[in-house]
Each structure stands twice: as structure tokens, then as C-alpha cells.
């Protein structure tokens, strides 16, 4: 294997692990604060992957004004999702809210499936994303790099929400103690949905580029994109934001790797991400980055 | 400034308070004295809004509590230190305070608000970007009031600010509530430890399987035979007390 395949390799698996790790932020931030794995989470990819398809193909928005509709509408979906079916079940047992999240996420895809239709559509790639540059004999997509640098963005402005905002704080303290939160005269309510409504946003932006990746877009394009996500948040430690970047990262690269070493495992691709997580829970439970929480 | 009426608790059949009556006047020290299980938590959880009340009223500064929710309980002014000190281990000393103070927007009050805590604590001032967790049970306990005090309550509950910290330590904790009744903000205390609660009450309750058993003027109870009682639920407490 030469250097410019490794390297072309690479940047293939460094855009896939951004956009895993874009939706792995979401789930681990949800379950930090919430201790509750929102499988409803992958399903957000969707959303925004139609509002924005349908913001350009039928209202012919300019696509920006299309993205951030999708990034909104998609926010606001995801503080729906919470109040309206996790809220009245918040002093339950976990369990019921996991069912619970499964029940929403089929529930977000057979929306679609009846509203919308089964049939994939194409979705219009503006032509700021398309093409790509040559360094060499590595292909350098256009795509690969707004991905790299959007999710580098994000990533930094969600760490700054996170360590030096007043509601960051609270959001770090829910994540121990939510009783107490509210005796410091916090609407605990209101910082979950403001959780929500971040991981959501951050989920749109990954799904707008996933589509520009894969660009046929159907109701059930979030299942197998969530679950990776979900992956890569337990690989990089689930709750902790940074190893939920890191493990989308790793997995994006392992994924795209080995098939570039094994062509013939081509098909085991998504088998790959599960075989990883087996590995993770058995050999480190927390994850690279997870620290014990006190149950 | 504060009154229960009535107050009937349950947690699920079963009945944890069977009509409390309290009453807490401006600028006093009210002690809430009972042994394990008596419900001394459960009223304070109750007034703050944490168990949901069954029956009865409590009202503070003329406003129903019933039904409210925590937050709100807390911008009236009333402040509640948790058992157990509950500061927020994963934040530091300086976040947790400013977790006090969430909703006082005024930057500059909020300086002077934790001026004036480094000033009465400046053991953590040196501590101040150390996380909260690493504190000692003496200073996490001074941590949690002071985080309750930057919220400027014109009162404060206090679950059990004494329990498992050292004799030493357990001095400065009442005279910090000895201080914080100067600056005029009303303590609601609960404790375990009834001689050194009734010293600095003016007033006390106590509680015993869900009742009210006795009340009165803190020193008078200081040498009532039935206080000991309860806390040992034995007649024969001179035995243990006075030897």
C-alpha cells in the first residue's frame, strides 16, 4: 500500500468519522445530563436531511437559508421529543424512558414513511460542496473539507457552551445532581430542553452533510448512522463530549481502513462498528475518555 | 415568615408526616429536632418543594407554597441546604457558588457576594479552581451554605449541617449560622445534635414518628428530659446522658 492510497484512505475515513462523531455529541450530551440513551437521536439525521431537501427543492430557499432551517426545526423537533415524551416519564425508572426513546424513534420513522413516502430522493448538493481538489494523486474532496472544518467549529463552540457559559455549568451539575440543581432556583426543565435542542442542532448539521455524502435521503437513513453514533459515543466515553468526537473519529477510520486493507470485508462494514463496542464494553466500559459515575 | 399547617406527607402509603404545625418568625433561629425517621427531612423537603405535599398549607411571606416547584420556591428567597452537603462535585469552589447566585444577573453584586464568602472562608479562597469534590466534609459543608447564601435568601434551610463532620469542625458550622443570623436571614434547622441546635435556637420543635411532641423556647428545652427522650426513645436516658 503506497502513501497517497494511505492518505486517500484516511481523509475518506476522517470525514465518515466526523459526521459519526457530529451525532455522537448529541447522545452523549443527552445522556449525560439525562442518563438516558435517546435512540431517537439518529433519527434527527433524517429530519434535517428532508426539512433542508424540502426547503430547497419545493420552497427553492437558497440553501444556507435551507441548512439553518434545518438546524432550527430540527432544534425544536428535539425539545418536542423531550417534552413531550420524556418529560412526564422523567421519575420513572430508566427503563421505560430507554423503551420509551426506542417507541419515538419508530414512531420519528414511520412518520416519515407515511408522510413522506418510502422512495429515496436525491438530494441536490449545492455547488460550493461538489468537486474536489488534487494534492498529488490525493483526491481531496470539496465536501471533506467543509465537513473536517464545520465539525472542528462546532465541536469547539459546543466544548465553550459546555466550560464557560452559565448554563454550561448548570448543564455540567445536572449531569450529578438534578435535585439540587433545582434548589438553586434553576428550571431544571429548561436546561434539558436547552440540552435537547444543542444535540439536536448538532445532529441536523451532520445530517445535512451525511446527505451531501450519500445523497439519497429516505425515511429510514438514521438507523444505521445513530447506532455508529451511539458507538462511537460509549468508545469514546458516553458523556464526555471530547470522546464522543474522538470515538466517531476512530471509528470513521477504522471502518474506512480496514476495508481499504481487506477489500473483501466489504460487506461486514457496519459489522465492524458493533465488533468494536463488544470489545469496548468487555475489555473498558467507560470508554477512552468515561470516568465512573456514581450510579 | 413562614408557616406550616397541617402538613400531611406520604410516600406511598405510607405516611411520613401526620399534621405538622410550624411557625418561623423574621429573623429567628427554628430548630426542627427528632430522631432517624421522625420526618424533620420531609418537612424541609416538603417546604422546598421536593416531595409533593398531600395535605395542608405552608406558606412563606404570605405566598401558598403548595404545588410549587423548587426553582420558583428558591427565587422567594428561601434557600435550602441539602443533607448530605450535595455540592456540585464535578464544578469548582468558584462554579458552585456561582450556581448560588444563577439568577442574579448584576456581575458586580455577584463579586461582592463572593468577596464577601472568601472573606468569612479564606481556607477556599486558595482553593477556588479546585474541583469541589477534592474538598474536605468540613469546607464542602461551608461550600453548600455559602452557595445557598449567594442567592441573598431572606431564609435558609438547613438539612443536618452538622452530621458526620468533626467535633471541631461542627463548632465553626453553628457559629457560621450564628453569624448568618445577624445579617438578618431566618434559619429553619434541622439537627440531630439537640443540645448544640437548642443553644443557638430561639425556638425549636420536635418531632417524633410524624408528630409534633413538644415545642418551645430553645433553652427551656435544653434541659427537658423529654428532648432525650425522644432522641433515644428510652426511659432510662439519664443513664446514657449522665455518667
Not at chain 1, 445513530?226 to 477504522?254: D, E, H, Q, S
Not at chain 2, 479552581?129 to 451554605?145: H, P, V, Y
Amino acid at each position: 500500500m503506497d502513501i497517497g492510497f494511505a492518505t486517500q484512505q484516511i481523509i475518506y475515513g476522517l470525514t465518515v468519522g466526523c459526521l459519526y462523531g457530529l451525532l455522537a455529541i448529541g447522545y452523549t450530551m443527552v445522556y449525560g445530563v439525562l442518563r438516558l440513551i435517546n435512540f431517537a437521536h439518529g433519527d434527527l439525521l433524517m429530519v434535517s436531511a428532508y426539512v433542508a431537501f424540502f426547503g430547497i427543492v419545493i420552497f427553492s430557499f437558497p440553501w444556507p437559508l435551507a441548512f439553518a432551517g434545518a438546524a432550527l426545526i430540527t432544534g425544536f423537533i428535539g425539545i418536542l421529543i423531550d417534552r413531550g415524551a420524556y418529560k412526564p416519564i422523567r421519575k420513572s425508572p430508566r427503563i421505560s424512558a430507554l423503551i420509551t426513546a426506542i417507541g419515538v424513534s419508530f414512531l420519528l420513522e414511520n412518520l416519515a414513511l407515511v408522510i413522506i413516502g418510502g422512495r429515496p430522493k436525491p438530494f441536490p448538493i449545492p455547488m460550493l460542496f461538489e468537486g474536489s481538489l488534487s494534492v498529488g494523486q490525493v483526491k481531496l474532496p470539496i465536501l471533506s473539507i467543509w465537513v473536517l472544518a464545520v465539525t472542528t467549529v462546532l465541536l469547539m463552540i459546543v466544548l465553550a457552551i459546555i466550560n464557560k457559559t452559565r448554563i454550561g455549568m448548570a448543564m455540567r451539575a445536572l449531569s450529578r445532581d438534578m435535585e439540587t440543581v433545582s434548589l438553586m432556583g434553576i428550571d431544571v426543565n429548561r436546561v434539558i430542553s436547552f440540552t435537547f435542542a444543542l444535540g439536536s442542532m448538532l445532529a441536523a448539521f451532520g445530517g445535512v452533510m451525511w446527505c451531501m455524502k450519500y445523497p439519497a435521503i429516505e425515511p429510514f437513513m438514521g438507523v444505521i448512522p445513530g447506532l455508529k453514533a451511539f458507538v462511537a459515543a460509549v468508545l469514546g466515553g458516553i458523556g464526555n463530549v471530547t470522546g464522543a468526537a474522538i470515538g466517531g473519529l476512530i471509528l470513521g477510520l477504522a471502518e474506512v481502513l480496514i476495508v481499504a486493507v481487506q477489500p473483501d470485508w466489504s460487506g461486514y462494514r457496519d459489522a465492524i462498528a458493533f465488533c468494536i463496542m463488544i470489545f469496548i464494553l468487555l475489555t473498558r466500559p467507560t470508554g477512552i475518555m468515561g470516568q465512573k459515575l456514581p450510579d | 415568615m413562614l408557616q406550616v399547617e397541617d402538613l400531611h406527607v406520604s410516600y406511598g402509603g405510607i405516611k411520613a408526616l401526620k399534621g405538622i404545625s410550624i411557625e418561623v418568625g423574621p429573623g429567628e433561629i427554628v430548630s426542627l429536632l427528632g430522631s432517624n425517621g421522625a420526618g424533620k427531612s420531609t418537612t424541609v423537603r416538603a417546604i422546598s418543594g421536593l416531595v409533593p405535599i398531600g395535605s395542608g398549607e405552608i406558606s412563606f411571606n404570605g405566598i401558598r407554597l403548595k404545588g410549587m416547584s423548587p426553582h420558583k420556591i428558591q427565587r422567594l428567597g428561601l434557600a435550602h441546604v441539602p443533607e448530605g452537603r450535595k455540592v456540585f462535585a464535578n464544578l469548582t469552589v468558584n462554579e458552585n457558588l456561582l450556581m448560588g447566585a444563577y439568577n442574579n444577573h448584576d456581575k458586580s453584586d455577584i463579586l461582592k457576594l463572593l468577596f464577601r464568602f472568601f472573606s468569612i472562608f479564606p481556607a477556599l479562597n486558595d482553593k477556588r479552581q479546585q474541583l469541589a469534590g477534592t474538598l474536605s466534609g468540613g469546607e464542602q459543608q461551608m461550600l453548600a451554605i455559602g452557595r445557598a447564601m449567594m442567592s441573598k435568601p431572606k431564609m435558609l434551610v438547613m438539612d443536618e449541617p452538622s452530621l458526620g463532620l468533626a467535633p471541631l469542625v461542627v463548632s465553626d458550622v453553628f457559629n457560621v449560622i450564628k453569624q448568618i443570623r445577624t445579617e438578618g436571614v431566618t434559619v429553619l434547622l434541622i439537627e440531630q445534635n439537640a443540645n448544640a441546635a437548642l443553644k443557638i435556637s430561639d425556638y425549636a420543635f420536635l418531632l417524633e414518628n410524624g408528630r409534633l411532641s413538644l415545642e418551645g423556647k430553645g433553652l427551656e428545652l435544653l434541659n427537658d428530659p423529654r428532648v432525650k427522650s425522644a432522641y433515644l426513645g428510652d426511659t432510662n436516658y439519664k443513664a446514657v446522658f449522665d455518667n
